[in-house]
């Protein structure tokens, strides 16, 4: 059983940069893949931005060039650096956890609210 939890959301204006951070904690593998994912109102969840455990990172093609996924190992911590922010990036940020192991255990965070307004 894997606990996640997030933080660093808020209210930023356009243009403006946050970076969120995610805690894992419980029964973690070293060998995962964590991610960011997010739902805009109205909008189904959609993948962000994932790193596994050796570095590889996947980014959707909205973000690209602007976020940055980073993970430290020893913390057990995800961080998503958000740059040059839109308000169609409104939106709330779930963490994931994913085992790369059978049988691939998946956990969420409980969510932190992105709000890009002027």
């Known amino acids: 059983q894997v606990q996640l939890v997030e933080s660093g959301g808020g209210l930023v204006q356009p243009g403006g940069s946050l970076t969120l951070s995610c805690a894992a904690s419980g029964n973690i593998f070293s060998i995962s893949v964590m991610g960011w994912y997010r739902q805009a109102p109205g909008k189904q969840r959609e993948l962000v931005a994932t790193?596994?455990?050796?570095?590889?990172?996947n980014y959707a093609d909205s973000v690209k060039g602007r976020f940055t996924i980073s993970r430290d190992n020893a913390k057990n911590t995800v961080y998503l650096q958000m740059n040059s922010l839109k308000p169609e990036d409104t939106a709330v940020y779930y963490c994931?956890?994913?085992?790369?192991?059978?049988?691939?255990?998946?956990?969420w965070g409980q969510g932190t609210q992105v709000t890009v307004s002027s």
């Open positions: 790193i596994t455990s050796g570095g590889s990172t």
């Open positions: 994931n956890y994913r085992d790369r192991l059978p049988p691939h255990s998946g956990y």
